[in-house]
């Protein structure tokens, strides 16, 4: 499992618990829709941010050993 994968997993666990919890005292069915899909977006967001940052452009990898 690389670091995206982890950094989504993390990000919507987070999500899911604090948004259960406020999703609970309404109990609507509405509530919990919005809540699975804001869990979706914000582990998607997070894998895609971690993805981006973890890439390693070629030029920049290359670029030690040019002077």
Known sequence: M???DKAAIVAGITTASLGSV????MATPVGWAA?????????KLAHQEAKRHA?????????????
């Open 22 to 25: 406020l999703v609970a005292t």
């Open 55 to 67: 890439t390693v452009k070629e030029h920049e990898d290359d670029s030690w050993w040019q002077a």
């Open 35 to 43: 809540l699975a899909y804001g869990t979706y977006r914000m582990a």
């Open 2 to 4: 690389d670091s995206a």
